[in-house]
């Protein structure tokens, strides 16, 4: 029902997405994307997939990377560290998308004041958490805590000491 009811909001949002990041990035038809936006089952890919559209209009992932590639990103560091304990003592529970677009990297810029991230592999991210030292715990604004592990010349990783969520990586000079 809720899939007809948004049918012609839905379909300027999936001409909208494919304009933004590609007709091979979208599902092949109007109807698997509203399949994979309202079934339970694919919550979690169609979040990914809004965050990835975000992500290349906000230039934060270079239009190299493809959604497929991307969503093998985001297994590929699930897989490899959701389970690992860090240098710190923090067991990785989870892996943020901002983490996964700092994993990819981007070589666009808006403007000369935004940085460009070059990416990190996954060998240097296993490095800074086996090897690393690990800062004090910060507390933000909103109240969150992070963690900062670093390794000078490969990269730096923060994460949330209480949740394990991965939050961010950057590839660090000597």
């Given at each position: 029902?809720?899939?007809?009811?948004?049918?012609?909001?839905?379909?300027?949002?999936?001409?909208?997405?494919?304009?933004?990041?590609?007709?091979?990035n979208m599902p092949d038809?109007?109807?698997?994307?509203?399949?994979?936006?309202?079934?339970?089952?694919?919550?979690?890919?169609?979040?990914?997939?809004?965050?990835?559209?975000?992500?290349?209009?906000?230039?934060?992932?270079?239009?190299?990377?493809?959604?497929?590639?991307?969503?093998?990103?985001?297994?590929?560091?699930?897989?490899?560290?959701?389970?690992?304990?860090?240098?710190?003592?923090?067991?990785?529970?989870?892996?943020?998308?901002?983490?996964?677009?700092?994993?990819?990297?981007?070589i666009y810029r808006k403007?000369?004041?935004?940085?460009?991230?070059?990416?990190?592999?996954?060998?240097?991210?296993?490095?800074?958490?086996?090897?690393?030292?690990?800062?004090?715990?910060?507390?933000?604004?909103?109240?969150?805590?992070?963690?900062?592990?670093?390794?000078?010349?490969?990269?730096?990783?923060t994460i949330n000491p209480?949740?394990?969520?991965?939050?961010?990586?950057?590839?660090?000079?000597?």
């Open positions: 029902m809720r899939k007809w009811k948004r049918r012609k909001s839905d379909w300027k949002e999936y001409e909208d997405w494919k304009q933004k990041i590609g007709a091979e038809t109007f109807d698997k994307f509203q399949e994979i936006k309202y079934n339970r089952r694919n919550q979690a890919e169609f979040e990914l997939l809004r965050h990835y559209q975000y992500a290349r209009g906000a230039g934060d992932i270079s239009a190299l990377v493809g959604f497929k590639l991307y969503k093998q990103g985001k297994q590929r560091l699930e897989s490899r560290f959701i389970g690992q304990t860090t240098v710190s003592g923090t067991e990785v529970k989870s892996v943020s998308n901002h983490f996964l677009d700092r994993y990819f990297g981007t403007s000369s004041r935004d940085p460009k991230h070059e990416g990190v592999s996954i060998e240097e991210l296993e490095e800074v958490f086996y090897k690393g030292q690990s800062c004090g715990i910060k507390i933000d604004k909103k109240g969150r805590k992070s963690q900062k592990i670093f390794l000078k010349g490969v990269c730096d990783v209480e949740t394990g969520e991965l939050i961010q990586c950057n590839k660090t000079s000597e």
